[in-house]
């Protein structure tokens, strides 16, 4: 028996997609950049995301739990490294080792999968406890970070600041945390009663970060940001349970986009970096960045394809080219 989907999660995946992409664009803004935002919180439901569905993935043993995880995320970077390659944005002599692995985030996230097993096999009854040694650690190491004393510093989020990958663990915490919680059952919540908190959170976490760029004595103080980046994330579940995202969701259509491109997160944020670009920025705007993401998805695809294609390679059964090309 296939298991039962979950709506929200899957609106997530849909959204982070277009989330991610669109804090990348910003060459794809003539005038106005700063619209080119929401990187950590499509980060954040990346993660969110898997750990709410590894909740029911850690059943068997470390190894065989660990190769369903590298099976499931390397043949992506493979398949990424070598469409740059071949598009020659990437040198083979200037490939690292770092490069090959994915990158620090995907680096982090394999090193997630780890603690995050182990949480289930031991602490399961006990997970949600596990915020509040995290929460000490996250303080501790922030204390003593030197980032946030520095000037011309961008944030606690930005790609050269490593004090984010021991937040961004919560976001996976959180992620196992609501499928325990929720049992994966599907629960329509109105939509308004979800908006008002999530745009609050927004308003707090956006303006606290502007607050500290235009005046830097209070960059110190921008780990503040992350409960509201924490409520972000929450509220954003909920509201992708309402009536309204169902209704969406269970049309014909909208099933269908939403799993398609929900289905290409991984492999957009591992492809993106390679293809955006200011060529299309003739078009008035906002067709260059409609233009931008549309090749963004189809090069997404084009790229699962040859991972599922990596990954059966390795297999002893026959092909299965449906599952291949599949759009799903």
């Given at each position: 028996?296939?298991?039962?989907r979950n709506?929200n999660?899957?609106?997530?995946?849909?959204l982070?997609?277009?989330?991610i992409i669109?804090?990348?664009a910003d060459?794809?803004y003539?005038?106005?950049?700063?619209?080119?935002?929401?990187?950590?919180?499509g980060?954040?439901i990346f993660?969110?995301?898997?750990?709410?569905t590894?909740?029911h993935?850690?059943?068997?043993?470390?190894?065989?739990?660990?190769k369903?995880?590298?099976n499931?995320?390397?043949?992506?970077v493979?398949?990424?490294?070598?469409?740059?390659?071949i598009?020659?944005?990437?040198s083979?002599?200037?490939?690292?080792?770092?490069?090959c692995?994915?990158?620090?985030?995907?680096?982090?996230?394999?090193v997630?999968?780890?603690?995050?097993?182990?949480?289930?096999?031991y602490?399961?009854?006990k997970?949600?406890w596990?915020?509040?040694?995290?929460?000490?650690?996250?303080?501790?190491?922030?204390?003593f970070?030197?980032?946030k004393?520095?000037?011309?510093?961008?944030?606690?989020?930005g790609?050269?600041t490593?004090?984010?990958?021991?937040?961004?663990?919560?976001?996976?915490?959180?992620?196992?945390?609501?499928?325990?919680?929720k049992?994966?059952?599907i629960?329509?919540?109105?939509?308004?009663?979800?908006?008002?908190?999530?745009l609050?959170?927004?308003?707090?976490?956006?303006?606290?970060?502007?607050?500290?760029?235009?005046?830097?004595?209070?960059?110190?103080?921008?780990?503040?940001?992350?409960?509201?980046?924490?409520?972000?994330?929450y509220f954003?579940?909920q509201i992708?349970?309402?009536?309204?995202?169902?209704?969406?969701?269970e049309?014909?259509?909208?099933n269908?986009?939403?799993?398609?491109?929900g289905?290409?997160?991984?492999?957009?944020?591992l492809?993106?970096?390679?293809?955006?670009?200011?060529?299309f920025?003739?078009?008035?705007?906002?067709?260059?960045?409609?233009?931008?993401v549309?090749?963004?998805?189809?090069?997404?695809?084009c790229?699962?394809?040859?991972?599922?294609f990596?990954?059966q390679?390795?297999?002893t059964?026959?092909y299965?080219?449906?599952?291949?090309f599949?759009?799903?």
């Amino acid at each position: 028996m296939a298991k039962e989907r979950n709506i929200n999660v899957d609106i997530l995946k849909f959204l982070a997609v277009f989330i991610i992409i669109n804090s990348h664009a910003d060459i794809c803004y003539p005038r106005y950049s700063f619209l080119a935002t929401g990187g950590a919180v499509g980060d954040a439901i990346f993660l969110f995301c898997s750990g709410f569905t590894l909740w029911h993935s850690t059943k068997s043993d470390f190894f065989n739990y660990y190769k369903r995880r590298i099976n499931r995320i390397y043949p992506s970077v493979f398949a990424s490294l070598l469409f740059a390659i071949i598009l020659g944005k990437q040198s083979l002599a200037t490939l690292t080792i770092e490069r090959c692995l994915g990158d620090s985030f995907v680096i982090a996230i394999m090193v997630y999968y780890i603690l995050l097993f182990f949480l289930h096999k031991y602490l399961s009854a006990k997970i949600g406890w596990f915020f509040i040694p995290l929460t000490i650690v996250i303080l501790a190491v922030y204390y003593f970070f030197p980032y946030k004393y520095e000037t011309g510093i961008k944030g606690i989020y930005g790609i050269s600041t490593p004090f984010r990958w021991i937040p961004y663990f919560g976001f996976m915490l959180m992620g196992t945390w609501m499928a325990q919680r929720k049992a994966n059952t599907i629960i329509a919540r109105h939509l308004f009663l979800d908006i008002l908190p999530l745009l609050s959170c927004l308003i707090f976490f956006y303006g606290l970060q502007f607050i500290a760029k235009v005046y830097p004595p209070v960059a110190p103080f921008q780990i503040a940001t992350l409960p509201f980046l924490f409520g972000v994330i929450y509220f954003l579940y909920q509201i992708c349970g309402s009536s309204f995202a169902k209704r969406i969701y269970e049309s014909k259509y909208g099933n269908a986009i939403i799993l398609s491109i929900g289905g290409l997160c991984l492999e957009s944020y591992l492809i993106q970096l390679y293809l955006i670009s200011d060529k299309f920025n003739f078009f008035l705007f906002p067709l260059n960045l409609v233009i931008m993401v549309a090749i963004i998805l189809l090069a997404s695809y084009c790229c699962r394809c040859l991972a599922r294609f990596f990954s059966q390679t390795f297999r002893t059964e026959d092909y299965e080219w449906r599952k291949i090309f599949s759009l799903r």
